[in-house]
C-alpha cells in the first residue's frame, strides 16, 4: 500500500484547507484510515479516524467541530476538511491505513503552516 497526502500549505488563522490521501497498490486490503500530526519537538498524535465504510469517526478533542474526515472507497481517497484553523494546528500532517492483517502504511506527510 502506498500513500500521497497533498493539499497542506499556508494559511492564515481562520482559513480552512482539504488534505487528501491518495492509496495505490493493496487497496483491497485497508480497512480503518486515520490523519495523525507532529509538530516539532511534539509526538506524533491521531487528529482523526475513520472506519472502512465511513460510518464511524472519532476527533482529538482538539479538532472537534472544526475538522471532518471522510473517505471515497471507489476513488481510493482519504479527506480531512479543516475549518477554523488556528496556529496550533500548525503541524505535518500524516495519512495512516491500517489494513487486515494488523499492518500500518504511512504516507510522506504534508506540511500544515497557520499563521496568526
Known amino acids: 500500500v502506498q500513500l500521497v497526502e497533498s493539499g497542506g500549505g499556508l494559511v492564515q488563522a481562520g482559513g480552512s484547507l482539504r488534505l487528501s490521501c491518495a492509496a495505490s497498490g493493496s487497496t483491497f486490503s485497508i480497512n480503518a484510515m486515520g490523519w495523525y500530526r507532529q509538530s516539532p519537538g511534539k509526538q506524533r498524535e491521531l487528529v482523526a479516524a475513520i472506519t472502512s465504510d465511513g460510518g464511524n469517526t472519532n476527533y482529538a478533542d482538539s479538532v472537534k467541530g472544526r475538522f471532518t474526515i471522510s473517505r471515497d472507497n471507489a476513488k481510493n481517497t482519504m479527506y480531512l476538511q479543516m475549518n477554523s484553523l488556528k496556529a496550533e494546528d500548525t503541524a505535518v500532517y500524516y495519512c495512516?491505513?491500517?489494513?487486515?492483517?494488523?499492518?500500518?502504511?504511512w504516507g510522506q506527510g504534508t506540511q500544515v503552516t497557520v499563521s496568526s
Open positions: 495512516m491505513a491500517h489494513t487486515t492483517i494488523s499492518v500500518r502504511y
